[in-house]
């Protein structure tokens, strides 16, 4: 059966989507132009990375570009990767954020001062134990591919096979590595209840409008074809 996305992934009126609707989130958002090419395609959820990386953004950047997106518009999520929980809920004071995405070795359980999205990155068996744990604290699950070294934001295309069998079961964001060319296939393979893209909608490492717009028209079709054959 396919995973609706509603309440059991973001809650009611958390997101910025009609029921049954596929959510999605673009992740590693740094420039005006970019977000308002992901608030205008219909994002539901836009993603500050806070972690060291190259599309981090200090709080007071996340904040001006959180300031400009509409009162029904996609929700903010800050990305982080072991942060500690007091300064979690502090960023996510100052920028306004609605999610805090944990991608790092953190623990269930903690006071994050925000819903949790925990980006776990399954490699060659499904991880049962720790989504039980993180589900039972409320936390919504990503599941990103698994590269070593990365925490997220690889390019990598994940493993397909143990995604959908997590999707079986709990509904879940999927990213790793999808792009406007492979995004309705993804989608097919895996019935997520969402999907996140971050540098599957760059050119030359910076956030491409053309491509966002195409990525989000393209994963909207094929949800809707998918729900259309069940």
């Not at 997101?15 to 994002?43: F, N, T």
């Not at 996510?92 to 949790?116: N, S």
């Not at 060319?181 to 996140?196: L, R």
Request: charged residues 20%.
């Amino acid at each position: 059966m396919l995973n609706q996305p509603g309440a059991a992934l973001l809650p009611p009126g958390g997101e910025h989507r009609p029921a049954g609707e596929l959510l999605i989130k673009v992740c590693g958002l740094r420039d005006a132009a970019a977000l308002s090419a992901a608030v205008e395609a219909g994002a539901n959820l836009v993603g500050f990375v806070f972690a060291p990386s190259r599309r981090q953004v200090t709080s007071a950047e996340a904040a001006a570009l959180v300031r400009l997106l509409p009162a029904n518009g996609p929700r903010a999520v800050g990305v982080f990767v072991e942060s500690d929980p007091a300064t979690v809920r502090a960023i996510a004071d100052t920028v306004g954020l609605a999610f805090v995405q944990l991608c790092g070795r953190e623990q269930a359980g903690c006071d994050w001062g925000r819903p949790v999205i925990r980006a776990l990155r399954p490699h060659h068996r499904v991880p049962w134990r720790e989504l039980a744990r993180w589900t039972a604290t409320g936390a919504r699950l990503l599941i990103d591919s698994w590269q070593p070294g990365s925490s997220g934001g690889s390019g990598v295309v994940g493993n397909w096979r143990l995604a959908r069998r997590i999707a079986a079961r709990y509904p879940l964001l999927l990213a790793g590595g999808l792009t406007p060319d492979n995004v309705a296939a993804a989608i097919a393979a895996v019935a997520p209840a969402g999907v996140d893209v971050s540098s599957g909608v760059e050119t030359a490492g910076e956030k491409d409008p053309a491509k966002i717009r195409a990525f989000i028209q393209r994963a909207r079709a094929a949800y809707l074809s998918l729900q259309e054959q069940r």
